[in-house]
Each structure stands twice: as C-alpha cells, then as structure tokens.
Nanobody, 123 residues
C-alpha cells in the first residue's frame, strides 16, 4: 500500500504561483510513475501532469503546458508540481496518484490516490 498526502494548496491571485507537494509513505515512490490530476466543482477529474519512475520523462495537459512543471525526489519520496502563471480556470482540488506507468492521462491507470489539496485562483 502507498499512502499519498498532498500539501501546498491555497488561495492565490491570477498570475501567481504555487508549489504542490505529494509525500508518500508505505512504499518507496521510485517504483511508481506519478501523476497529478484536478477536479473543479461540477466537472470530471482531469489529467494535469505525469512523470516517469526515474523522472526522465514528463507529460502535461495542453491547458497547463508551459506553466506547470512536475518533478520528483525519490530519495525524499516526494513528487512536486510547480504551478506558475496561474489562472482562475486552474481552480480545483488537486490530487496526486501513483501507478505503474501503463498510462499517462487515464485516471484508471493509477492505483493509489491522495485526498487532494484545494487550489483557488482569484481574478
């Protein structure tokens, strides 16, 4: 089992930045590909970013490409997403998830999920 806990969410003005963290316990994260997803009120959960097990490959949703950067520190069992140039449309609960890397953007390919952290971007 892997337990994931997100942190770093909050309220920020449009154009600002936040850095979300996802800390894991139970097992080492180096065995898992990691993803970030988000869910806004009344909308389905959507893919944000994915990073491979060793951090060599990263993928992004078109809506965040060039503004968000995913990274990981396997020694600290933590995954991050740096979010810059935030827009009100980025407001959502952000979740991190762990999987075996068989999928990038399909949430069904991730086995472990955190409880999420709220990000609110004001205009």
């Amino acid at each position: 089992q892997v337990q994931l806990v997100e942190s770093g969410g909050g309220l920020v003005q449009a154009g600002g930045s936040l850095r979300l963290s996802c800390a894991a316990s139970g097992r080492t994260l180096s065995g898992y590909a990691m993803g970030w997803f988000r869910q806004a009120p009344g909308k389905e959960r959507e893919f944000v970013a994915h990073i491979s097990r060793n951090g060599a490959s990263a993928y992004y949703a078109d809506s965040v490409k060039g503004r968000f950067t995913i990274s990981r520190d396997n020694a600290k069992n933590t995954v991050f997403v740096q979010m810059d140039s935030l827009e009100p449309e980025d407001t959502a609960v952000y979740y991190c998830a762990a999987g075996l890397g068989t999928t990038v953007s399909n949430p069904n390919g991730y086995y472990y999920w955190g409880r999420g952290t709220q990000v609110t971007v004001s205009s």
